[in-house]
């Protein structure tokens, strides 16, 4: 079987993620998808067949912004571990003059907080957990490409589904995090998140200039009626191939763009109060969206290399976040001037490898015959 594995990669970089500090701290930033996981992907569709990725990554970082003020330092750890089990089906229609594709993804993965974020051993908080966070697929990716210019555009649309591992009882408020209460106290998340995407890419000549458009918009949470945030996010990949090998600069934009919403009985009834460190513990009768970062902002830089094996690829990049912003969690009414907000700043390291699992038989040659 003869892969192109090139092609392929094209394909296997709109994958699933699997991390976000608010799984473990309601409070801070949530995100479904990984800021960067678009990165080395482009518009392009491999050729017609089943295609399978490993991608595992980890995320080293420490809490920045407002609250590292509160706690006094800007050294508390947040670190996860991310595994990722993907397929892309490329059937080989076509429509409107664009191929069709569509991809499946399963994260796996941990997290671990560090102390003083995490709060004094004594008392029931959710430092560290591991689980399967919700299932990625994107039913419907359509790429054009625009005569022989190079140019290729990619529009498709995917979703979280809530099915990943998910801990916290609706009812009580224990001491410690809010979120412990709310099922946020692991990898899974109880809504849904919808992902349009729009990836521009220059395919020539063994470039890779693409810049990958997304957004999250999440429904409420099945638990607790708390909606999170849209969130939006830039994907850059500037390559070139060299025979086997693919090297060039990376870099990721994300923000969120609106605020959280916390509007009806069950959901205020559900969040009575928040967690907060000034107060060194949980503070009762604030309100749900109160403590809750609002906006924040993450910029990275990084490189990619890639080695084409032939039958498998294999593709590492690496960032370093170099601008970090959160705003817009007060404690009001109790103090309005004080901001909690947060997000994490760090560096990822990213491994993918891509292969090809089915193809199509090629049609039978009928037999010659010779008088």
Not at 170 to 188: E, H, Q
Request: proline letters at 7%.
């Amino acid at each position: 079987m003869k892969s192109n594995i090139k092609a392929l990669l094209a394909a296997a970089g709109l994958t699933a993620l699997a991390f976000s500090p608010a799984d473990a701290f309601e409070g801070g930033v949530q995100w479904q998808q990984k800021p960067g996981i678009f990165i080395g992907a482009s518009a392009g569709v491999p050729p017609p067949g089943i295609y399978m990725f490993d991608q595992v990554f980890t995320y080293q970082t420490n809490v920045s912004g407002p609250l590292t003020n509160a706690i006094g330092t800007t050294k508390n750890g947040v670190q996860a571990a991310v595994d990722i089990q993907g397929f892309v089906f490329v059937p080989g229609w076509t429509f409107l003059g664009a191929t069709y594709d569509a991809v499946l993804a399963q994260p796996f993965g941990m997290v671990s907080v560090g102390q003083p974020l995490s709060g004094p051993p004594n008392l029931t908080q959710i430092d560290q957990f591991s689980g399967v966070h919700n299932t990625y697929i994107a039913p419907v990716e359509l790429s054009w490409k625009l005569g022989t210019s190079g140019f290729v555009v990619k529009a498709g649309l995917g979703m979280f589904l809530p099915t990943g591992t998910v801990q916290g009882a609706t009812a009580a408020m224990p001491v410690g995090l809010a979120s412990s209460s709310n099922g946020y106290a692991n990898f899974g998340n109880k809504y849904w998140t919808f992902q349009p995407e729009l990836i521009v890419s220059y395919l020539k000549d063994g470039w890779n200039l693409s810049a990958a458009l997304y957004g999250e918009i999440n429904t409420a949470n099945q638990q607790d009626h708390y909606t999170q945030g849209s969130v939006f996010h830039a994907d850059f990949t500037a390559t070139k191939t060299f025979g086997k090998w693919t090297i060039g600069p990376v870099g990721y934009y994300a923000a969120q763009v609106s605020d959280d919403k916390c509007s009806d009985s069950v959901c205020l009834a559900l969040h009575p109060g928040i967690f907060s460190p000034l107060a060194g513990g949980f503070i009762p009768g604030t309100g749900g969206i109160m403590g809750n970062t609002q906006r924040w902002q993450l910029a990275a830089v990084g490189g990619l290399v890639e080695y084409n094996f032939g039958p498998a690829s294999l593709t590492v990049w690496a960032t370093q976040e170099v601008y970090a912003h959160a705003s817009g969690a007060s404690l009001a009414p109790i103090a309005p001037t004080t901001d909690l907000s947060f997000t994490t700043k760090g560096m990822t390291v990213l491994a993918t490898l891509s292969y090809r699992i089915w193809a199509p038989e090629e049609p039978a040659k009928a037999p010659m015959f010779h008088k």
